[in-house]
């Protein structure tokens, strides 16, 4: 058994192995659902911004942007690892496009960002 092949036959199931047994106890997250969807037109303001993971994450930047720029947000996402995060602006939000850009750590250490739009009609 001590051949060359053998060798690299036991080598390729130890590595087979070893990324088996390495498969992430902390997993990757993926985004499920944000709210409202993103291209949503919505004819009435969202009374919360929310986005959803199939892992939990540690959210570390939600930033929401409309036409009058930043929007406060009352209740901040940036906080302990969650598969949901929401965030309530602090004000009714007016008709306008919206831009949701957020970033976060999953669980195995890997950086996610991403964003979403919305519109709210007149
Ligand atoms: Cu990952």
Redesign the pocket.
């Known amino acids: 058994m001590a051949t060359r092949s053998g060798k690299r036959t036991f080598m390729a199931a130890l590595v087979a192995l070893f990324g088996l047994v390495s498969q992430?106890l902390w997993?990757?997250?993926h985004v499920t659902d944000t709210h409202p969807d993103d291209g949503a037109v919505l004819e009435q303001a969202p009374a919360r911004l929310e986005l959803q993971f199939d892992a939990p994450i540690r959210i570390t930047r939600f930033d929401v942007s409309g036409p009058q720029g930043a929007v406060e947000t009352s209740e901040d996402p940036v906080g302990p690892p969650s598969e949901r995060h929401a965030a309530v602006p602090a004000d009714t939000l007016e008709a306008g496009e919206y831009q949701v850009v957020w970033r976060g750590i999953?669980e195995?250490?890997?950086t996610?960002s991403g964003d979403y739009r919305f519109t709210i009609q007149e």
């Open positions: 992430p997993a990757h997250a999953a195995d250490g890997h996610m």
